[in-house]
């Protein structure tokens, strides 16, 4: 018995935990996205194509509030929220070393969860395990739960009277409260909830939500400049 | 085609072309303190902005309702590391009983 043995049985065992405590709410998901009057098909292609959990429930909450006029708010909002992934798609890349269409796979598996578990691991080997294990069981688990999900919510009608709408608003609470550790990433959260009480009323659905992304990004650089220490890794939960 | 498709379709390219140009551009061209602590910024910036819309947004402009004690719970459960399902179903629980019973509808 030696040691990578354990710390690879420890990285898949973690990562089937992560993955399947994660997939659970692709069924708030699909439910929420079929009463935002996205069909079935479509709730499926967000997540099987998609793949990666805030970006998805941006789409979705934009559109059923904004409506379709709102389409490119979302898309725009999907996609600062995927610059994430790009970030993350760097550090797995390094780690993982993929070729050929094997490239591909790991991109589209390459979300919050999967880089953290591979993240957390004490050895390359282990990192690997850990990646791939969780992105298996996230991607089938997710996209089985959504489907469910979306099955769910096309016999529900009313959204109002079972809460759904309260539990799209606790979803990103839940997807933004593991960043909320340090000093920084609190000031930004706080500053970006006022600015949104304030724009809400005055603008068209789903741009509030780009200016406060503006506002973060000219926030970060200004950051930067007057105080450039690198802030150690953060969010992946 | 149904606009719903293009908003799909567009949105989920953008998401997967970020995920891949992390495989295929070197990496010293786009690593750096900088574009790691704003891509942060900007992910906690949208979602809280996200939150406080999904929270009070209504028919014209903001509205207090069932919405606003059930995110309150939320907040509550998350700090005392409640798992995310639990903490979701709970808020609609509460949600959908206030209405039930007729408050803050």
């Known amino acids: 018995m030696n040691q990578p043995d354990g710390e690879i049985r420890r990285a898949r065992s973690q990562g089937i935990q992560v993955a399947l405590a994660v997939s659970l709410y692709g069924t708030s998901f699909g439910a929420l996205a079929v009463v935002a009057g996205f069909s079935v098909w479509q709730t499926m292609v967000l997540s099987l194509v998609?793949?990666?959990?805030?970006?998805?429930?941006?789409?979705?909450?934009?559109?059923?509030?904004?409506?379709?006029?709102?389409?490119l708010a979302a898309v725009l909002s999907a996609g600062l929220l995927g610059i994430r992934n790009g970030l993350y798609a760097l550090r797995m890349s390094a780690l993982l070393e993929p070729r050929g269409l094997m490239r591909f796979v790991a991109?589209?598996?390459?979300?919050?969860e999967s880089t953290a578990v591979a993240s957390a691991q004490p050895s390359r080997e282990a990192g690997r395990a850990g990646?791939?294990?969780?992105?298996?069981?996230?991607?089938?688990?997710?996209?089985?739960?959504?489907?469910?999900g979306a099955l769910l919510g096309d016999v529900m009608g009313d959204v109002r009277s079972f809460g759904l709408d309260a539990a799209a608003a606790a979803a990103f609470l839940g997807l933004v409260w593991p960043w909320l550790k340090r000093g920084e990433p609190l000031v930004v959260a706080i500053g970006a909830a006022v600015v949104s009480v304030v724009l809400l009323p005055v603008?068209?659905?789903?741009?509030?939500?780009?200016?406060?992304?503006?506002?973060?990004?000219?926030?970060?650089?200004?950051?930067?400049?007057v105080a450039p220490t690198k802030p150690e890794s953060q969010g992946e939960s | 085609m149904d606009p719903i498709w293009w908003i799909v379709l567009a949105a989920s390219a953008v998401v997967f072309a970020l995920k891949i140009t992390g495989y295929v551009v070197p990496q010293r061209l786009v690593q750096?303190?900088?574009?790691?602590r704003v891509a942060g910024l900007v992910t906690i910036g949208l979602l809280s902005s996200l939150?406080?819309?999904q929270t009070l947004s209504g028919e014209e402009g903001l509205v207090i309702d069932a919405r606003v004690p059930a995110v309150a719970l939320a907040g509550v459960l998350l700090w005392w590391r409640v798992p995310f399902i639990v903490v979701i179903i709970l808020a609609a629980a509460v949600a959908a009983g206030l209405r039930l019973m007729g408050w803050m509808a």
Not at chain 1, 50 to 63: D, K, L, P, R
């Open chain 1, 50 to 71: 998609m793949f990666s959990g805030a970006s998805q429930f941006a789409v979705i909450g934009i559109v059923a509030s904004g409506g379709v006029s709102a389409g």
């Open chain 1, 107 to 112: 991109a589209q598996l390459t979300v919050d």
């Open chain 1, 131 to 148: 990646f791939w294990t969780t992105a298996a069981f996230l991607f089938v688990g997710w996209n089985l739960s959504t489907l469910a």
């Open chain 1, 203 to 225: 603008l068209p659905a789903g741009i509030p939500v780009l200016i406060v992304a503006v506002l973060a990004i000219g926030f970060g650089i200004y950051r930067h400049r």
């Open chain 2, 32 to 36: 750096g303190p900088l574009l790691t």
């Open chain 2, 51 to 53: 939150v406080v819309a």
